[in-house]
T-cell receptor, first 112, second 115 residues
Framework: EAQVTQNPRYLITVTGKKLTVTCSQN?????MSWYRQDPGLGLRQIYY???????DKGDVPEGYKVSRKEKRNFPLILESPSPNQTSLYFC???????????FGQGTRLTVV | AQSVSQHNHHVILSEAASLELGCNYS??????LFWYVQYPGQHLQLLLK??????LVKGIKGFEAEFIKSKFSFNLRKPSVQWSDTAEYFC?????????????FGRGTSLIVHP
């Protein structure tokens, strides 16, 4: 079954404690991306990747890092989380043929 | 910068009413257009997409959308909504001509359908 898997689904952490949200896809897609969803703001793109070792900033990259060492994985790293990064995060992958994006189930992050 | 505008932020309808949600994008060239739906507590799912050809596209669950190139618009329609259509709807655009298949999203429209 085609899917994008994010972990964890829920996370509560404290300010400054480094965390990683993992994302993995099993469709051999070239493109992967991270979004955060906040009420009234829709989905805002954080980072994206067009292929292995190729990443670029989206609209709201401050405070985040990503890596793409393997085609299937695209982790999101928060080196020093702050309360304004409390949000719902989605990972997505897109193939050249499908065009449309497949989304993970989301990670609800709370930074206290 | 890429921009996708959804005109209605909140829509409240009664069952059997007709629905039209507006979407405009701000740049020219070749684009792919999408509508996604997010049911409460769930992730986004693709409703329909337009790449080329017939500008009227049919999606799942009775939804359709019309691409009007001259107006840079891709409005979503459904003739008769149901309570189960209560969800958030997102318009999205990517630009394969620009080498990017990464979608840019509008802010979303929250639809509430009363039984």
């Amino acid at each position: 079954e085609a899917q994008v898997t994010q972990n964890p689904r829920y996370l509560i952490t404290v300010t400054g404690k480094k965390l990683t949200v993992t994302c993995s896809q099993n469709m051999n897609h070239e493109y992967m991306s991270w979004y955060r969803q906040d009420p009234g703001l829709g989905l805002r793109q954080i980072y994206y990747s067009m292929n292995v070792e190729v990443t670029d900033k989206g609209d709201v990259p401050e405070g985040y890092k990503v890596s793409r060492k393997e085609k299937r994985n695209f982790p999101l790293i928060l080196e020093s989380p702050s309360p304004n990064q409390t949000s719902l995060y989605f990972c997505a992958s897109t193939g050249l043929s499908e065009g449309g994006a497949f989304f993970g189930q989301g990670t609800r992050l709370t930074v206290v | 910068a890429q921009s996708v505008s959804q005109h209605n932020h909140h829509v409240i309808l009664s069952e059997a009413a007709s629905l039209e949600l507006g979407c405009n994008y701000s740049y020219g060239g070749t684009v792919n257009l999408f509508w996604y739906v997010q049911y409460p507590g769930q992730h986004l799912q693709l409703l329909l997409k337009y790449f080329s050809g017939d500008p009227l596209v049919k999606g799942i669950k009775g939804f359709e959308a019309e691409f009007i190139k001259s107006k840079f618009s891709f409005n979503l329609r459904k003739p008769s909504v149901q309570w189960s259509d209560t969800a958030e709807y997102f318009c999205a655009v990517n630009r394969p001509g620009g080498g990017s298949y990464i979608p840019t999203f509008g802010r979303g429209t929250s639809l509430i359908v009363h039984p």
